[in-house]
C-alpha cells in the first residue's frame, strides 16, 4: 500500500489538481479499516476509562469548539462525551493523519473516522 504524506494530503485538500490523491488516501484508508456490515453502534469506551464515558474533559476553548462541530458532523457520536470525541478525533489524527491534532477536516465528514473508531 502507497503511504500518503500529510504535506501532500493538505494540498489535495486545497487544490483540485491533487483530487486523486485524495481518493487513493480515502481508499487505502477505508481498504485498511474495513467495517463488518452489521456493525451499528459506535463504542466510546475505546477512547475513555470506564466511567468516563460521558465526561468532558479538560479542553481549551478552541478544542471544545472544534468538538462541537465534530459532533454535529457526526451524528453517530451524539451521545458522545466531550472527552471521548476529542479522544477519539486525537487518536485519528495521530495514528492515521500523524499530526496531532487535524484541525483542517473539521467540520467535513469522513467516513474514514468513522471506520477508524470501528476498527479500533
Given at each position: 500500500m502507497q503511504t500518503i504524506e500529510v504535506d501532500e494530503y493538505?494540498?489535495?485538500v486545497a487544490d483540485p489538481v491533487y483530487e486523486s490523491a485524495v481518493k487513493r488516501f480515502r481508499s487505502e484508508l477505508l481498504a485498511a479499516h474495513a467495517l463488518p456490515a452489521a456493525a451499528s453502534e459506535f463504542d466510546e469506551g475505546k477512547f475513555v476509562?470506564?466511567?468516563h464515558e460521558g465526561s468532558a474533559g479538560e479542553w481549551s476553548?478552541?478544542?471544545?469548539?472544534?468538538?462541537?462541530?465534530?459532533?454535529?458532523?457526526y451524528p453517530e457520536l451524539a451521545?458522545?462525551?466531550?472527552?471521548?470525541?476529542?479522544?477519539?478525533?486525537g487518536s485519528y489524527s495521530q495514528f492515521e493523519l500523524e499530526v496531532s491534532w487535524c484541525d483542517w477536516l473539521i467540520g467535513q465528514r469522513h467516513d474514514e473516522f468513522l471506520a477508524y473508531i470501528k476498527a479500533k
Open positions: 493538505r494540498k489535495a476509562l470506564p466511567g476553548d478552541a478544542d471544545r469548539a472544534d468538538i462541537r462541530v465534530l459532533r454535529a458532523t451521545s458522545w462525551g466531550d472527552m471521548a470525541i476529542g479522544g477519539a478525533w
